[in-house]
């Protein structure tokens, strides 16, 4: 069993729906009128979504970890709420569709220290309840190809893309070949035109669970930031 903390607007949110239809999954367990295949065959956006769609719609803010020993799943549920009560809301300026390496995300475009304000505040927080890496997780993240710096934060925190490593985003396809780019960049610019170049409320959390590894993960708990302060 693994957790991870993600961001996901609520079930009932377009973007989670119009994302979801498109991944082909809800973590939450639902999925309104079913996949949206954007008119590809039905393999190939299988093929595209099937890696992102085992995690679900989400940005990562702490990455997938197991429990430390002497820690169990209820009080790390208790202590969820507990973290999201204090924290409060946040913006994401602008929604943009984004290449990053091989593949597509939904990003920040905008002024972004909100949003890194907060996965700086859940990184530390739910350090204490995250197991050691073991040689086998630290291999999967190929180190060989991280720099000096996101290694080093990779033996630290267990993942290498926090505090100034981190870059909110929100997955849409696996890796997409290069001479098909262009064409998936325009499917997804209709399948999300309703969302981009518009601000995202950052008003949730969710504790996501994958019951072993390789599973597909779902979502446990999902909670409102009701912190107050200023975090635009």
């Given at each position: 069993?693994?957790?991870a903390i993600y961001?996901?607007?609520?079930?009932?949110?377009?973007?989670?729906q119009a994302a979801?239809?498109?991944?082909?999954?809800?973590?939450?367990?639902?999925?309104?009128?079913?996949?949206?295949?954007?008119?590809?065959?039905?393999?190939?956006?299988?093929?595209?979504?099937?890696?992102?769609?085992?995690?679900?719609?989400?940005?990562?803010?702490?990455?997938?970890?197991?429990?430390?020993?002497?820690?169990?799943?209820?009080?790390?549920?208790?202590?969820?709420?507990?973290?999201?009560?204090?924290?409060?809301?946040?913006?994401?300026?602008?929604?943009?569709?984004?290449?990053?390496?091989?593949?597509?995300?939904l990003t920040c475009?905008?002024?972004?220290?909100?949003?890194?304000?907060?996965?700086?505040?859940?990184?530390?927080?739910?350090?204490?309840?995250?197991?050691?890496?073991?040689?086998?997780?630290?291999?999967?993240?190929?180190?060989?190809?991280?720099?000096?710096?996101?290694?080093?934060?990779?033996?630290?925190?267990?993942?290498?893309?926090?505090?100034?490593?981190?870059?909110?985003?929100?997955?849409?396809?696996?890796?997409?070949?290069?001479?098909?780019?262009?064409?998936?960049?325009?499917?997804?610019?209709?399948?999300?035109?309703?969302?981009?170049?518009?601000?995202?409320?950052?008003?949730?959390?969710?504790?996501?669970?994958?019951?072993?590894?390789?599973?597909?993960?779902?979502?446990?708990?999902?909670?409102?930031?009701?912190?107050?302060?200023?975090?635009?």
């Amino acid at each position: 069993m693994r957790y991870a903390i993600y961001f996901t607007p609520p079930a009932d949110h377009a973007l989670t729906q119009a994302a979801s239809a498109w991944l082909g999954r809800s973590a939450f367990g639902t999925l309104g009128t079913g996949a949206n295949t954007a008119g590809l065959p039905a393999e190939d956006h299988r093929l595209l979504t099937a890696e992102p769609a085992r995690y679900g719609f989400h940005a990562t803010l702490k990455a997938p970890f197991a429990l430390v020993s002497g820690k169990t799943q209820g009080p790390l549920e208790v202590f969820f709420e507990e973290f999201c009560n204090r924290q409060p809301p946040t913006l994401i300026p602008r929604l943009e569709l984004t290449e990053i390496g091989p593949f597509f995300a939904l990003t920040c475009g905008g002024g972004s220290e909100g949003i890194n304000h907060l996965c700086d505040q859940v990184v530390e927080a739910f350090e204490p309840w995250r197991a050691p890496l073991s040689a086998d997780d630290m291999a999967r993240r190929k180190p060989d190809r991280l720099s000096a710096r996101q290694r080093e934060l990779l033996e630290r925190w267990g993942y290498p893309y926090v505090f100034e490593e981190f870059r909110f985003h929100m997955t849409l396809t696996g890796p997409v070949e290069d001479d098909h780019k262009s064409r998936v960049r325009e499917i997804l610019q209709a399948v999300f035109a309703d969302h981009l170049g518009k601000p995202l409320s950052i008003e949730d959390l969710g504790l996501f669970e994958e019951p072993e590894r390789g599973a597909s993960f779902t979502i446990l708990r999902h909670a409102a930031l009701r912190g107050t302060g200023d975090r635009s």
